[in-house]
């Protein structure tokens, strides 16, 4: 367990490194994408509201791409599925630009409308 006083700096640092993998790994090389999973999910409790919401912002963008980048390599053969995996790419880089602009702007991402918060009772 990190026993570490928050840092602000040292958590950007990491937000912008699980940034920097996703784009690598959307170049077709799935190890930087899953390197950068894990470092969401060790930080995304640990990181402050801001910081913490754009890692919860990457882990949904990486499952919910690899479910719509799962269907449409199993429709690739039926030449819908060129057309999910477009779409599926460019949602994927409209995620890091917009979750990149937002950290920039040191503003917090959305949470998922499925996401139970302590506001939503």
């Known amino acids: 367990m990190d026993n570490r006083p928050f840092d602000a700096n040292r958590e950007r640092e990491l937000v912008v490194v699980a940034y920097a993998l996703y784009v690598v790994g959307f170049f077709g090389m799935l190890a930087p994408s899953v390197l950068a999973l894990g ?5 995304r409790d640990r990181s402050g509201s801001c910081y913490g919401s754009h890692h919860r912002w990457m882990i949904r963008t990486f499952w919910w791409g690899v479910l719509w980048a ?16 477009i779409v599926v790419s460019i949602w994927w ?6 979750g990149v602009l ?11 409308p499925l996401q139970v918060t302590s506001h939503s009772a």
């Open 70 to 85: 799962a269907a449409g390599l199993f429709l690739f053969f039926a030449l819908l599925g060129y057309a999910v995996l």
């Open 102 to 112: 937002a950290l920039v702007d040191e503003e917090a991402m959305p949470p998922s």
């Open 39 to 43: 470092l969401n999910y060790w930080r």
């Open 93 to 98: 880089v409209y995620r890091l630009i917009r």
